[in-house]
């Protein structure tokens, strides 16, 4: 089954311009639910464009996008925002976690959001902290863990709320080479649990973990 469909997406900012950009061309891209694909491509490729397109921070301007069979091309923002919540897992290069709150808490927050229990919410949260190696950092704040704890943080909240799919943007651009290893084996043991992953990186030595690589050229993408 196809987690990600995309049917010749186009993407083109001020359009019918002296200005125009035309950021996707005509994207074909299938990804089915359990793979592990690295999306590669020097800047200005489009790799961010379709990352924002397949995660519903933006909208194609041709073209569909379907999420587990829905079509989220002519979604309104509620809409988006409902599919981002319940569908979508984001890692980041920066991390983003919340610095007043706990590795607990910021790992919480999703399911807040999704209206789960304190209860249940605190259980999943220790679990999937716990099952990363960080089941002694539970109270510890941001500031106070390293590189590499941080974006583990990261990765158990973007679990949450058992997302359809991550999507890993740089996850390993901000940390040093033996961390950025160590988030690599997280990721491949996740998908060798059946999760879904996409990321996005430029290193091919990073991309190399991912069993499938997507090269994108002047909003195409290239074999």
């Known amino acids: 089954m196809d987690a990600i469909v995309c049917q010749n997406v186009w993407k083109v900012f001020n359009e019918g311009t002296p200005a125009e950009v035309q950021a996707l061309r005509g994207v ?30 933006d909208v194609p301007t041709k073209g569909k996008i379907f999420i587990d069979g829905q079509d989220i091309s002519k979604m309104d923002e509620n809409g988006l925002t409902h599919v981002r919540r319940e569908k979508v897992g984001f890692v980041f290069q920066f991390f983003n976690l919340i610095p007043s709150l706990t590795a607990m808490q910021n790992v919480e927050l999703p399911m807040i959001f999704k209206g789960v229990d304190q209860t249940h919410r605190k259980e999943k949260a220790i679990k999937l902290l716990e099952s990363i190696g960080l089941g002694n950092r539970l109270n510890s704040r941001p500031s106070v863990l ?34 950025g290893e160590e988030i690599m084996k997280i990721f491949e043991k996740l998908n060798k649990d059946g999760r879904t992953i996409i990321m996005v990186t430029h290193d091919s030595k990073i991309g190399r973990h991912a069993k499938r690589i997507i090269k994108l050229q002047d909003g195409k993408i290239i074999k």
Request: glycine share 10%.
């Open 28 to 57: 074909d891209l299938k990804i089915k639910k359990g793979e592990f694909v690295a999306i590669m491509g020097s800047s200005g490729s489009g790799k961010s464009t379709l990352l924002n397109c397949i995660t519903c921070l």
């Open 146 to 179: 390293s590189g590499g704890e941080t974006q583990r943080v990261a990765i158990s909240r973007a679990m949450a709320n058992d997302p359809t799919f991550i999507v890993a943007d740089e996850p390993t651009g901000n940390l040093d080479s033996k961390a």
